[in-house]
């Protein structure tokens, strides 16, 4: 493996600037919607779960306007629980990218990164116990967890599969170089 030369350098702490400023982002984002008081986050996933039935539920916009609303209201909870665990996936995802740069085994990387997400996660549900309406849960920072080890495992599988085709590349690279392919 070569050196890495002065433009590798900049490159690799440009790439890793963007990454964290991905991540305080995300965070950000996440706070926002903590920070919403119980109707208006009510509210919100209530319009997710109607253009979720409306788009992929081909009856649904036949069905009338009580029924439509009983429905709403029976899947808000699922809507909510799956919106936390997809949202805290993303943050796991971009943690472990974060940590990536850093001289540590993956498995150290991972752990790090699953710490610090599963910690935003207790810290937002204490944020909102200060939001009118809202309340800290502590399965919301379980769900909140097991989001950000899905994120991780997700990121390290594609990682993976990226270091594998790009040996697979350079394995081909060097057969057609010497004439064999």
């Given at each position: 493996?070569?050196?890495?030369?002065?433009?590798?350098?900049?490159?690799?702490?440009?790439?890793?600037?963007?990454?964290?400023?991905?991540t305080?982002?995300?965070?950000?984002?996440?706070?926002?919607?903590?920070?919403?008081?119980?109707?208006?986050?009510?509210?919100?996933?209530?319009?997710?779960?109607?253009?979720?039935?409306?788009?992929?539920?081909?009856?649904?916009?036949?069905?009338?306007?009580?029924?439509?609303?009983?429905?709403?209201?029976?899947?808000?909870?699922?809507?909510?629980?799956?919106a936390?665990?997809?949202?805290?996936?993303?943050?796991?995802?971009?943690?472990?990218?974060?940590?990536?740069?850093?001289?540590?085994?993956?498995?150290?990387?991972?752990?790090?990164?699953?710490?610090?997400?599963?910690?935003?996660?207790?810290?937002?549900?204490?944020?909102?116990?200060?939001?009118?309406?809202?309340?800290?849960?502590?399965?919301?920072?379980?769900?909140?967890?097991?989001?950000?080890?899905?994120?991780?495992?997700?990121?390290?599988?594609?990682?993976?599969?990226?270091?594998?085709?790009?040996?697979?590349?350079?394995?081909?690279?060097?057969?057609?170089?010497?004439?064999?392919?």
């Amino acid at each position: 493996m070569r050196p890495l030369r002065q433009k590798d350098k900049r490159v690799s702490r440009w790439k890793n600037l963007i990454c964290w400023i991905l991540t305080i982002l995300w965070m950000g984002m996440i706070f926002v919607f903590s920070a919403q008081n119980a109707s208006d986050s009510s509210q919100l996933s209530g319009q997710t779960a109607f253009h979720a039935a409306f788009w992929f539920w081909p009856g649904f916009s036949e069905l009338s306007t009580e029924a439509q609303a009983a429905w709403i209201e029976s899947v808000q909870f699922w809507v909510r629980k799956a919106a936390h665990f997809l949202v805290y996936g993303g943050l796991g995802a971009l943690l472990y990218g974060d940590f990536l740069l850093f001289h540590w085994s993956r498995p150290m990387k991972a752990g790090w990164a699953w710490v610090v997400g599963t910690l935003y996660a207790a810290s937002d549900e204490i944020h909102q116990l200060f939001v009118p309406g809202r309340s800290g849960q502590l399965r919301d920072v379980l769900l909140d967890s097991a989001g950000v080890a899905a994120g991780i495992l997700l990121a390290w599988a594609v990682g993976l599969l990226y270091q594998k085709a790009a040996a697979y590349a350079a394995a081909r690279r060097d057969v057609k170089g010497r004439g064999q392919l």
